[in-house]
């Protein structure tokens, strides 16, 4: 029988893990297989990432396409609303900063959606309770797409 303040298989103290932190080996290929989405070809400066948490994982995947691909991308997420004009919030939390972008709730301007797969019967994508998606409209047709699920 364990405890959880027990030591782990390294010795380690369970209680010595410091919360949220950043899992360094995983990237863009493992946030695309959590979230199944598909980053469109010729898309750029795609960056992803998991920040490992107590309770459930944020994944977060960012990239530049064109601003039709991005409509897209929002579209297959099946939310049940469209994408709308969100005002600049406060930032909850730095996550994006780790990518070393702003946060895209604090843009103006952004356009965002929101939708929980379960609850829309996404079986592509059974393991997400939420997804995030954020368009940014950048210069010459392109948008930055920021996702976040868990």
């Known amino acids: 029988m364990t405890a959880c303040s027990g030591a782990d298989a390294d010795g380690a103290r369970a209680s010595d893990e410091r919360w949220p932190r950043w899992d360094e080996s995983a990237g ?18 795609v960056e992803g990432a ?53 946060e895209p709730q604090t843009l103006k301007e952004v356009r965002w959606a929101g939708v929980c797969p379960p609850c829309v019967s996404d079986g592509r994508r059974s393991k997400v309770q939420w997804i995030d998606i954020y368009v940014e409209t950048l210069k010459a047709g392109r948008a930055r797409v920021y996702l976040q699920a868990f």
Do not use: C, W, Y
């Not at 929002?74 to 730095?94: F, H, I, Y």
């Open 28 to 45: 863009v290929a493992e946030v695309v297989a959590f979230m199944n989405v598909a980053v469109p070809e010729g898309a750029t400066e």
């Open 50 to 102: 998991v920040q490992i948490n107590p309770q459930e994982d944020i994944f977060l995947l960012s990239f530049v396409t064109d601003e039709e691909k991005a409509e897209d991308i929002a579209e297959d997420l099946r939310s049940e609303e469209p994408l709308r004009v969100r005002k600049g919030d406060s930032a909850e939390g730095e996550r994006f900063g780790h990518l070393g972008l702003s």
